[in-house]
């Protein structure tokens, strides 16, 4: 992403006041929040919709306030352009998300905590913090939100001699869930026992933001943000991701054009040659495992082939131009003839790469259109857009309404129960039936040679498989 992800909690200290709205709203425009976390709303079953409208305007949003009817106690909401939401687990203190961002398809998880002011509610907390560690295992997390619990004995403005029970047990389930504090900016105590009474000494860092070793590897620019507390006791804490992600290494893909490269044999013949121990399918596998970066390396031996190309061309002029220039230099026509070679290869291998992807084998072998190919891809994936679709109804939706009607199809279609009668209670249903000969040949043994001619009846530009290597791969094999 080129403009910075960014996530707030802010607990609010009661949201049912319109200038306490309106300050959500602010907040949500000045930072260009792509999810807003409000907490200690105060908000109940009567007023919730509208509060949350004018909060919001025109995001999605949602809350716990099942598990808190007589005060809602977390309100999240997010703007469905930037980010998709899928609710994992909802409690009376935490709230588990997993979160895509639309334009990288990068996935996170998030808690958004606030916990209860007493000890033994705050237990129940650590619990439900415990609960998805198989979830989100080796994949980035994050917790945010308000801890009403302080980690170490500095983050009271007014010093402490002990750690606390609670502070004791808060550490402890910081240690087992493995999560560090964010690298930070701003205020370092984000709370105030009062506003408004010039004598009040008393801060704490209440409000967090923690990460797990995942994100801070995945994403090492992250870091979190305190802003003034405003109109309410409890600081801002803003999650921002500068570049949501590092770049992900893209997943292994035959080229079928490197199949007719002089190293391409050398390379299988060395590769099957390895030994593994376990079964025949084990074998393969790891086999074909060991191959891979090899022949990624034989795809990339000289660089981008569409680039090479372009390059290759401009050389070629310049090239010829010296020779128009001098006719009689051997030394420049023999490397204008080297170039050429180089040219007429890497066009070659471009057209290939080309027709593999966009699969058309109508066009005849010569016709090397590329511009043809690049609009063919673009068109692919414009028509791969739904823009409109009707339901059982005959009711047209369309933009974000559309994936939300493939949703409520399938629920409709695959999440019910019809009752079933036993087979034996169907009566003549089958009336017709196969000759007991016509029946035997269709469980007789598969040889090789038809698994061999089957296969090598298929298009090599088939889409490849999940490991990467298209039919032409087993062909040249």
């Known amino acids: 992403m080129n403009k910075e992800f960014k996530i707030a909690t802010w607990n609010i200290r009661g949201m049912s006041s319109l200038d306490k709205q309106f300050e959500v709203k602010n907040l949500i425009n000045?930072?260009?929040?792509?999810?807003?976390?409000v907490l200690e709303t105060h908000l109940k079953n009567n007023n919730i919709s509208q509060a949350c409208a004018n909060a919001?305007?025109?995001?999605?949003?949602?809350?716990?306030?099942?598990?808190?009817?007589?005060?809602?106690?977390?309100?999240?909401?997010?703007?469905?352009?930037?980010?998709?939401?899928?609710?994992?687990?909802c409690t009376k203190q935490?709230?588990?998300?997993?979160?895509?961002?639309?334009?990288t398809g990068d996935k996170i998880y998030c808690f958004f905590v606030y916990a209860c002011n007493k000890g033994k509610d705050k237990v129940v907390v650590w619990k439900d913090l415990?609960?998805?560690k198989s979830i989100t295992y080796k994949k980035p997390w994050f917790i945010m939100g308000d801890f009403n619990v302080t980690r170490y004995l500095n983050e009271h403005s007014s010093g402490s001699s002990m750690m606390t029970e609670d502070m004791k047990e808060f550490n402890a389930c910081i240690n087992d869930i493995e999560i560090e504090d964010i690298n930070s900016s701003g205020f370092h105590f984000t709370w105030t026992k009062s506003l408004k009474n010039p004598r009040c000494r008393t801060l704490k860092k209440l409000d967090r933001i923690m990460i797990n070793d995942e994100v801070m590897n995945s994403i090492p620019q992250?870091?979190?943000?305190?802003?003034?507390?405003?109109?309410?006791?409890?600081?801002?804490?803003?999650?921002?991701?500068?570049?949501?992600?590092?770049?992900?290494?893209?997943?292994?893909?035959?080229?079928?054009?490197?199949?007719?490269?002089?190293?391409?044999?050398?390379?299988?013949?060395?590769?099957?040659?390895?030994?593994?121990?376990?079964?025949?399918?084990?074998?393969?596998?790891?086999?074909?495992?060991?191959?891979k970066k090899d022949l990624k390396d034989l795809t990339?031996?000289?660089?981008d082939i569409i680039k090479r190309v372009k390059e290759l061309k401009e050389k070629l002029k310049d090239m010829q131009a010296k020779i128009d220039v001098d006719a009689h230099d051997v030394s420049i026509r023999a490397q204008a003839t080297q170039i050429l070679n180089d040219y007429e290869t890497a066009k070659h291998d471009a057209f290939l790469i080309l027709q593999q992807k966009t699969k058309i084998k109508w066009l005849?072998?010569?016709?090397?259109?590329?511009?043809?190919?690049?609009?063919?891809?673009?068109?692919?994936?414009?028509?791969?857009k739904v823009e409109s679709i009707f339901n059982e109804n005959d009711t047209r939706f369309y933009g974000d309404e559309v994936a939300d009607q493939f949703v409520t199809h399938f629920q409709n279609f695959l999440g019910k129960t019809d009752s079933v009668k036993p087979i034996d209670e169907l009566g003549n249903i089958f009336s017709v039936t196969l000759e007991a000969n016509e029946a035997n040949a269709m469980i007789i043994e598969v040889s090789n040679a038809e698994i061999k001619n089957a296969i090598f009846d298929i298009d090599g530009d088939k889409a490849a498989g999940p490991d990467g290597y298209s039919f032409q791969f087993l062909k040249k094999v």
């Open 94 to 103: 935490v709230i588990f998300y997993l979160v895509e961002v639309v334009s």
């Open 222 to 291: 992250a870091h979190g943000v305190f802003l003034p507390y405003i109109i309410s006791d409890h600081s801002h804490a803003i999650l921002c991701i500068p570049n949501f992600m590092v770049c992900k290494p893209k997943s292994f893909r035959f080229m079928n054009f490197t199949a007719d490269k002089e190293a391409f044999q050398p390379i299988v013949e060395k590769g099957w040659s390895t030994q593994h121990v376990g079964c025949a399918m084990f074998f393969l596998i790891m086999k074909l495992k060991g191959l």
């Open 30 to 37: 000045d930072e260009v929040l792509s999810m807003c976390i």
């Open 130 to 132: 415990q609960m998805p």
């Open 364 to 384: 005849s072998e010569g016709d090397k259109n590329t511009k043809y190919f690049h609009k063919v891809l673009k068109c692919r994936k414009q028509k791969a």
């Open 300 to 303: 990339w031996v000289n660089g």
């Open 56 to 89: 919001f305007n025109k995001w999605e949003w949602h809350s716990n306030i099942s598990h808190s009817p007589n005060s809602c106690r977390i309100v999240v909401g997010w703007d469905e352009n930037k980010v998709h939401v899928m609710i994992l687990n």
